[in-house]
């Protein structure tokens, strides 16, 4: 992730450095829910493609859109949480 964000980037500010964190925490994330197909409750397919979908747009950062893969994957959490318990009953 030194590579592809601002975390070795002295002249690059707070925010800079604090959106590389969430990057890349992000990523770690995407990327375990992707492998296993669960989160807070399995993944549907769609769920899973679209997790899947997500990890280069987060990592390479397209015209500084990669904020917009983050939330994707808020979004995917937020379904997640609303609709756990509805699948555990």
């Not at 990592?59 to 808020?74: C, H, K």
């Amino acid at each position: 992730m030194m590579a592809y964000t601002d975390l070795l980037n002295p002249d690059a500010g707070l925010m800079a450095f604090t959106f590389a964190i969430v990057q890349t925490a992000t990523l770690i994330v995407v990327i375990a829910i992707s492998i296993e197909g669960y989160l807070l409750r399995p993944l549907k397919p769609i769920e899973r493609v679209l997790a899947i979908a997500v990890v280069p747009w987060v990592l390479f950062n397209p015209l500084s859109t990669g904020f917009v893969g983050v939330l994707v994957i808020l979004g995917l959490i937020g379904v997640q949480w609303k609709t756990r318990a509805v699948v555990a009953a």
